[in-house]
Nanobody, 125 residues
Framework: QVQLVESGGGLVQAGGSLKLSCAAS????????MGWFRQAPGKEREFVAF????????YYSDPAKGRFTISRDNAQNTVYLQMNSLKPEDAAVYYC??????????????????WGQGTQVTVSS
């Protein structure tokens, strides 16, 4: 089992940047593929980005491509989400999640085994 704690959220103006962190504890962090999701009020939780266990594979949702970067530091048991050129529509609670299996849909909420509690991102226009 792994415990996940997100941080780094906050209020930023449109066009600004934020870097989210997700610290993991418990079983070996490098055993897990990691994802970032977000959920805005009244909407379903949606996929943002994915990184494989050793960081060799990354995938992004269309809204995140070119603006967000996912990375991980297995020595620090941490996964990051660098978000640039933020837009008001990026406002949401951002969650990190861990999964053991690589196969299956990486964008599916149901494919992830562990979740953090989320961190709020607010973007003012």
């Amino acid at each position: 089992q792994v415990q996940l704690v997100e941080s780094g959220g906050g209020l930023v103006q449109a066009g600004g940047s934020l870097k989210l962190s997700c610290a993991a504890s418990g079983r070996t962090f490098s055993s897990y593929h990691m994802g970032w999701f977000r959920q805005a009020p009244g909407k379903e939780r949606e996929f943002v980005a994915f990184i494989s266990r050793v960081g060799g594979g990354t995938y992004y949702s269309d809204p995140a491509k070119g603006r967000f970067t996912i990375s991980r530091d297995n020595a620090q048991n941490t996964v990051y989400l660098q978000m640039n050129s933020l837009k008001p529509e990026d406002a949401a609670v951002y969650y990190c999640a861990a999964r053991v299996r690589y196969s299956g849909r990486i964008s599916s909420v149901d494919e992830y085994d562990y979740w953090g509690q989320g961190t709020q991102v607010t973007v003012s226009s």
